[in-house]
């Protein structure tokens, strides 16, 4: 059973433009925790595959993505206060005194709203659909003969 831990140095590789340098070890255990609750970290708690041997690391990469998205959602990324970058798409950019407008994904549920907040988050959302998404049921014995 292969579980996923915390790399700091996976984490600086994977997300450069996201300054975790001043977060203790505490706050990234807390944060990792956090992202182990969306997520899970081994086959027992989560659907996401991960085995490292066959190049399967799905997990991992959605584990990350929490992670970068609850570290810009405290708005402390760019280390200055605020949320680096900008999330959605952009909808229209001025040149005269810089203006630029952003439209969010148009989410259906709340839960879609939060993930979109960021762009690791919405990334997540997208790669997670597959997960959320039903199969069919046929409440008859024997399917109708047109499908």
Not at 10 to 28: K, N, Q
Not at 36 to 63: F, H, K, Q, W
Not at 113 to 134: P, V
Request: proline letters at 3%; hydrophobic letters at 40%; one cysteine or more.
């Amino acid at each position: 059973m292969a579980k996923v831990t915390f790399c700091r140095e996976y984490f600086t590789a994977a997300f450069p433009a996201i300054d975790i340098s001043s977060y203790s070890d505490f706050a990234l255990a807390s944060l990792w925790e956090m992202a182990v609750m969306y997520v899970g970290d081994d086959d027992t708690n989560s659907l996401a595959p991960y085995d490292p041997d066959r190049g399967v690391t799905e997990r991992r990469l959605l584990l990350y993505l929490v992670m970068a998205h609850l570290i810009k959602m405290q708005g402390q990324s760019d280390g200055q206060g605020g949320s680096a970058g900008l999330s959605g798409r952009v909808s229209s950019a001025t040149e005269g005194s810089v203006s630029v407008s952003v439209e969010l994904y148009k989410a259906d549920s709340l839960n879609a709203q939060w993930w979109s907040q960021t762009n690791e988050g919405l990334q997540y959302w997208m790669l997670t659909a597959k997960y959320r998404l039903g199969g069919r049921l046929y409440a008859y014995k024997e399917p109708h003969p047109w499908g």
